[in-house]
Structure formats: C-alpha cells, structure tokens
Nanobody, 121 residues
Framework: QVQLVESGGGLVQAGGSLRLSCAASGGTFSSYAMGWFRQAPGKEREFVTA????????RYADSVKGRFTISRDNAKNTVYLQMNSLKPEDTAVYYC??????????????WGQGTQVTVSP
C-alpha cells in the first residue's frame, strides 16, 4: 500500500510560480510511475502530467505544456510539480497519484489527499 502526501499549494497571483511536492511511503517508489491530476470546482478530475519510474519519460496535458515541469527524486521518494506562469484557470485541487502503469488516464491506483492551488487574476 502506497501513501501519498502532497504539499506546497497556496494562493498566488497570475504569472507567479508554485512548486508542489508529493512524498510517497509504503512501497517501492522507483517502481511506480507518478502523476499529477487536478480538479476544479464543478469539473471532472483531469490529467496534468506524469513521469515514468526512471524520470526520463514525461507526459503533459496541452494546457500546461511549457509552463509546468514534473520531476522525481527516487532517493527521496518524492515527485515535484514546478508550475510557472500560472493562470487563474489553473486554480484547482491538485492530486498526486502513483501507478505501475505510465498512463494519462484517470484510473491510477494510489492517490493523495490533494492540495489547493488558487491563482488570483
């Protein structure tokens, strides 16, 4: 059983940056792909980005390409999401996820509790 704990959310002005972290425990971190999803009020949870077990392969939603960067540190059992040039439409609860598949679907096996990101105009 993998436990995931996100941190780093908060309130930021448009154009600003935030860095989210997700600490994993309870499993072999380096055997899992890691992903970030988000859910805005009244909307379905959507894929943001994912990184494979080694960190050498990544995928991004079109809406965040060029602004967000996912990375992982297998020695620290942590995955990061660097978010730059934030827009009000990036406002959402951001969830960390883990799965042995490297996929953009929403059916990941393990989920964190989420962290709120709010971008003001």
């Amino acid at each position: 059983q993998v436990q995931l704990v996100e941190s780093g959310g908060g309130l930021v002005q448009a154009g600003g940056s935030l860095r989210l972290s997700c600490a994993a425990s309870g499993g072999t971190f380096s055997s899992y792909a890691m992903g970030w999803f988000r859910q805005a009020p009244g909307k379905e949870r959507e894929f943001v980005t994912a990184v494979n077990w080694s960190g050498f392969s990544t995928r991004y939603a079109d809406s965040v390409k060029g602004r967000f960067t996912i990375s992982r540190d297998n020695a620290k059992n942590t995955v990061y999401l660097q978010m730059n040039s934030l827009k009000p439409e990036d406002t959402a609860v951001y969830y960390c996820a883990a799965d042995q598949r490297f996929t953009t679907t929403r059916t990941w096996q393990y989920w964190g509790q989420g962290t709120q990101v709010t971008v003001s105009p």
